[in-house]
């Protein structure tokens, strides 16, 4: 009887430290994966955005961040804001605008994400489509007008910082990417520089575009 204990009692304690390890192994094997998974998606947003989805983000980044400047931020259409010698602005312009937009490493078509069902609108049958996704690297300049040295200074000082904090924001909104790229001295702002402090910054910015795609239904797979 002693010895029938003693056998049970090996079988349960080989049986648990075999449970241990399936346990260990598991725990490793969801550690892999979540770290494949992170890796996978450190470039990629939480959703796509277009450039006129940027633009907007960034138009309420300056509204919070800037708010103690009184900064006012808008497309550059022309020097046609500040032209005469004799006006005066009473608080800094941003002028924004696209200087380029490439498909990453020439990835020149949308790629495949995933495979999704969905209702019809009417909510009659399921419907099978796909989203496709497509990365563009994209060159952004953004002109600082202030009616002073240090007043311009400040304010593109506060810009670069406030879009270094709102970097989550932009990529829980769709921008995979937000990197300061150079200063420069932009000659075709010369005529802001008769009464104004211009500052010109170049910012590289990835976004991906969403597509949504359907092409058939249920109903139509099973009947063909």
Known sequence: MEKYDSQVH????????????????QREQLSVQKKIKLDSDYSRAEK?????DFFELVKKMVIKGLKKER?????NDGPRRVLDPAEKIDHPIIFYKV???????????????EDIYDR????SELRQGAIYGQFFDCEIQFDIIASDYSAADRVMNAFEDAMQKYAGFFKRNGVSEVLFAKQFTDENLDIYRQKMSVRSLIYDVTIERIRLAYDTTITEITQS
Not at 10 to 25: G, H, I, N, P
Not at 120 to 123: F, L, T, V
Request: hydrophobic share 30%; glycine share 4%; aromatic share 6%.
């Open 48 to 52: 796509g955005a277009s450039m006129a």
């Open 10 to 25: 090996s079988t349960d304690a080989f049986e648990e430290s075999l449970r241990r390890k399936q346990e260990v192994k």
């Open 99 to 113: 200087v380029s937009r490439v498909p990453r490493e020439k990835n020149y078509k949308p790629r495949f994400r």
């Open 120 to 123: 019809n609108p009417d909510g």
């Open 71 to 75: 900064v006012e931020i808008i497309p």
